[in-house]
């Protein structure tokens, strides 16, 4: 019997490359560097969280404080509940592989996700079966994306590591990998790997 997954929101933006979704719950982020999925019939797309941001609904309008009088921060919630339908959390994920049928692929799919399409956190078997291979490390690591490659790729890394049968070999065999891929970037290369504890 198939893993279940955990929504964790829904697409509002589509690219090749990665998306974004909103959270349907205010602060409800699935870690940085975690692994998720979402679905286009029976084509399962894999991304890895690489940012999240908490803000206005509307562009432009941002929120002010509303504390001064309060003795915690829950209170503001509670004195002004308007501002969980005024406020949004979404999270961005660089796609690193798909699968279709029984077989993993780390590499771009076809084509991008649909907008609406839910977002799931991938199950700890999910997470297993996609870090039997390290190819996705290059599309990792060579990423424009908003947060620094040196703490993605080591968020990835660790939360994925809690899912293999031995995590440590998992970690050196991910740090052989970008020890080639990062031959010539000695800074970069020795940032990623100091994370990786």
Do not use: W
């Amino acid at each position: 019997m198939p893993e279940l997954s955990a929504r964790v929101g829904e697409i509002i933006e589509a690219s090749t490359t990665g998306f974004t979704a909103q959270c349907y719950e205010l602060y409800a982020l699935p870690p940085l560097g975690s692994l998720v999925k979402t679905k286009d019939g029976e084509l399962d797309i894999y991304g890895i969280v690489c940012h999240a941001t908490t803000g206005s609904l509307e562009p432009g309008r941002r929120p002010i404080a509303r504390g001064k009088d309060e003795d915690s921060e829950a209170a503001i919630y509670e004195t002004s509940p308007q501002l969980s339908k005024l406020l949004r959390s979404e999270f961005g994920a660089l796609v690193v592989g798909h699968k279709m049928g029984d077989s993993v692929k780390q590499y771009l799919p076809p084509g991008p996700a649909r907008i609406h399409s839910f977002v799931y956190a991938c199950s700890p078997g999910e997470i297993k079966e996609f870090g039997k291979s390290l190819s996705f490390l290059n599309i990792l690591v060579s990423a424009h994306l908003p947060a620094p490659v040196d703490e993605i790729v080591p968020a990835a890394l660790r939360l994925m590591s809690q899912s293999q049968p031995d995590s440590h070999a998992f970690l050196v065999a991910a740090g052989k990998e970008l020890s080639i891929m990062l031959s010539g970037q000695y800074n970069q290369l020795r940032a990623i790997l100091g994370r990786l504890k």
